[in-house]
T-cell receptor, first 112, second 114 residues
């Protein structure tokens, strides 16, 4: 069964304390891995798309990487405004059918 | 602001009732996706339409149905509502179809079933 697991479920960091969020997957037909940020009560906001192992993308304090089994979202010197839930998702294609699976997210709290 | 709009923002109704949620995609996007997000289940993919045709189906209940109209807006119909249907319902849109497309999400509709 296709599965996406994110860890940790929750993370508290001091401002400036760098860390990494993990998204591991056991799927067939991976075509893309996506990272989103979601603030409470709002829709997910797109951050990155990764397509193949070894790919990396950066945006401000965030950097996403992808291997064959997992993806990491590295947060460098976080600020309180980075507090949010970070979701990863996979887009799958098997025998011409598509599927989208989201992880349950990592709730990040950055303390000033 | 992603450019995806959803109405209404909030909906309160009773068990057994039927409701319709509406979504307008970003200008130029042909695909619309519907998701359900509840506290205990995370974001669950329901269904995707591309240019009026159903393209992918996820964990959508038989009591739920959707369609995409010629102007590309989409509606999600939920019937015989149960308490467990209370959730945030998100619509997303993308330019094309396929699992590599980036999806842009709307602000959601919060459904409360009493």
């Amino acid at each position: 069964e296709d599965q996406v697991t994110q860890s940790p479920e929750a993370l508290r960091l001091q401002e400036g304390e760098s860390s990494s969020l993990n998204c591991s997957y056991t799927v067939s037909g991976l075509r893309g891995l996506f990272w989103y940020r979601q603030d409470p009560g709002k829709g997910p906001e797109f951050l990155f798309t990764l397509y193949s192992a070894g790919e990396e993308k950066e945006k401000e304090r965030l950097k996403a990487t992808l291997t064959k089994k997992e993806s990491f979202l590295h947060i460098t010197a976080p600020k309180p405004e980075d507090s949010a839930t970070y979701l990863c998702a996979v887009g799958l294609s098997t025998s011409g059918t598509y599927k989208y699976i989201f992880g349950t997210g990592t709730r990040l709290k950055v303390l000033a | 602001d992603s450019g995806v709009t959803q109405t209404p923002k909030h909906l309160i109704t009773a068990t057994g009732q039927r409701v319709t949620l509406r979504c307008s995609p970003r200008s130029g996007d042909l695909s619309v996706y519907w998701y359900q997000q509840s506290l205990d289940q995370g974001l669950q993919f329901l269904i995707q339409y591309y240019n009026g045709e159903e393209r992918a189906k996820g964990n959508i209940l038989e009591r739920f149905s959707a369609q995409q109209f010629p102007d590309l807006h989409s509606e999600l119909n939920l019937s015989s509502l149960e308490l467990g249907d209370s959730a945030l319902y998100f619509c997303a849109s993308s330019v094309s179809t396929g699992p590599t497309d980036t999806q842009y999400f709307g602000p959601g509709t919060r459904l409360t079933v009493l």
